[in-house]
């Protein structure tokens, strides 16, 4: 019975995403791949946007300060104090203080988005072996040539990995918008008396699939820029000694 | 929600004349920041803040016993990483916010369906640190112990975790100032807390400035509680954080 009952709440709100239907109060048609696919494609928007935002001033300014061996302070304690201001706090500050509107959910997002990249920018370029570094000096490339050739390739795999910790939080995070009047798919969610439980549950599988989406693909294309070399020092043992090749590998602050 | 609106108007109108001042009054009603109101408000917030306690060690402490009896387990039988991680992982990649209503039919509305979600996301962050931990304890400590004759289950409790111990609590403070964070949103599943009373005024500066401050201040202060608890039983790793 109780299963039952279970199995019905989710049944429901699986037709929720694929059907139209009447809201209880009447008058509006709620639900349906239309709505949930208008309210994804804000949501997917304002994440990305977000995220190219961060990723455009983070990986840089922590592969220079990375490389300069400098800001080590500011590029660590970013990612503490980053965790200690909650999301929702910032956002319900942002809506209290600026207001409402894409402009501002973006603005929140590209703060939460900003720590775990910057840190991991700055871990991933610090941690390439200094030698390779002094090869490629002694091979007569500017400060420039360094960080772009070699600090930024083999710090590929750790910035993604901190791309991939922003890009679920900010999906995660971007569910709230409708605090802030931004119709994202936090829409039903929050908005339980036109979308009902039916909406709530719907919307939030849509999220949930999404996030797990993202993670996954983000995944992939770490895989995919990791150079060969790296991943060839992180194969497993096989037989005989294996080489000492530099895969000192710190584990990322987030 | 409403009530405490409304008890916001009375008590501006029930203030005798000249106690309140022309401008605290206006700042309240243009929902400004209001030390003045702040000052006579607090108590509003005493509750919320101890539901907010509630609502993290209660999910820290169930993560914490539960990661730390799998990541042991995972350690002996080394086949089970891959997996406890890959479950404990998409466990933590699924939004709050989503995972609260997901929740509901099975565990209806109320701090239950809050406190399951929160302690879910504290399992990945524990579980990883306490096997990263074991996992960097020099082989050198590990040969002494076997040489001194320990078996294997004084060689975990007396080497191992002793030595991984700065691991485990740093993953201790990270899983304690998300679940700060993520229980603020626990108001979406009835659970209370601080969100609620963020979401019952969020124009209201004065009120965003309390509520959103004390999460902080929570999150900073359970932060430096466990940091100090790590110094007080790692004498000889002073200089780690």
């Known amino acids: ?254 | 929600m409403a009530v405490s609106s409304e008890s916001t108007l009375l008590f501006a109108q029930d203030a005798p004349e000249g106690f309140f001042g022309d401008r605290a009054d206006k700042c309240v009603r243009e929902e400004g920041f209001c030390p003045e109101w702040i000052a006579d408000n607090y108590q509003r917030y005493i509750d919320p803040f101890w539901e907010h306690v509630f609502l993290t060690v209660v999910p820290v402490t169930i993560g914490f016993i539960l990661a730390f009896s799998l990541a042991l387990l995972a350690h002996r039988h080394r086949w089970l990483i891959g997996p406890v991680a890959g479950v404990t992982g998409a466990l933590y990649t699924i939004p709050s916010v989503a995972f609260f209503f997901l929740l509901q039919p099975i565990t209806g509305l109320g701090k239950t369906t809050a406190i399951v979600a929160l302690t879910c996301y504290t399992l990945l962050i524990i579980f990883r640190n306490v096997i990263t931990g074991l996992a960097a304890v020099p082989d050198d400590a590990k040969d002494a112990g076997r040489g001194m004759g320990l078996t294997e289950r004084q060689m975990l409790w007396k080497v191992e975790l002793p030595l991984a111990l700065p691991e485990i609590l740093a993953g201790l403070r990270i899983a304690t100032t998300t679940t700060v964070g993520l229980a603020a949103l626990a108001f979406l599943a009835n659970g209370g807390g601080l969100g609620a009373e963020l979401d019952a005024q969020r124009f209201f500066k004065s009120n965003v400035v309390v509520a959103g401050g004390l999460c902080i201040l929570l999150a900073a202060v359970l932060d430096v509680i466990i940091l100090g608890f790590q110094r007080l039983v790692t004498p000889w790793q002073r200089a780690a954080t």
């Not at chain 1, 429901?12 to 009447?26: L, M, P, Q």
């Not at chain 1, 001033?57 to 980053?82: Q, T």
């Not at chain 1, 693909?217 to 090749?245: C, D, F, N, Y």
């Open chain 1, 1 to 254: 019975m109780n299963v039952l009952a279970f199995l019905g709440d989710f049944g429901d709100a699986v037709s929720f995403i694929f059907k139209e239907r009447e809201s209880v109060s009447g008058g509006v048609q709620i639900g349906g791949l239309g709505e949930l696919g208008g309210l994804a494609g804000t949501h997917l928007l304002v994440s990305l946007v977000a995220m190219a935002i961060a990723i455009a001033v983070s990986v840089p300014l922590g592969l220079m300060l990375g490389h300069r061996g400098k800001g080590e302070f500011l590029a660590i304690s970013v990612s503490n104090v980053g965790r200690a201001v909650p999301a929702v706090v910032l956002l319900f500050f942002f809506i209290a203080f600026i207001g409402n509107g894409f402009r501002n959910v973006a603005f929140v997002l590209i703060l939460l988005a900003i720590p775990p990249i910057l840190t991991n920018s700055y871990v991933g370029a610090r941690q390439v072996d200094n030698e390779v570094v002094d090869a490629a000096r002694g091979m007569g490339m500017t400060g420039v040539q360094i960080v772009r050739r070699v600090r930024l390739p083999l710090a590929m795999p750790t910035i993604f990995a901190g791309i991939r910790t922003s890009a679920v939080s900010v999906i995660a995070t971007a569910t709230i918008g409708p605090f802030a009047n931004l119709r994202t798919l936090g829409e039903p969610i929050l908005s339980e008396n036109i979308y009902r439980f039916s909406g709530q549950l719907g919307a939030a599988m849509v999220v949930a699939l999404i996030t797990l989406a993202a993670d996954a693909g983000i995944g992939l294309a770490q895989r995919a820029v990791t150079p060969k070399g790296i991943k060839l020092a992180e194969e497993p043992r096989t037989k005989g000694p294996r080489l000492s090749l530099p895969t000192r590998r710190r584990e990322a602050a987030t």
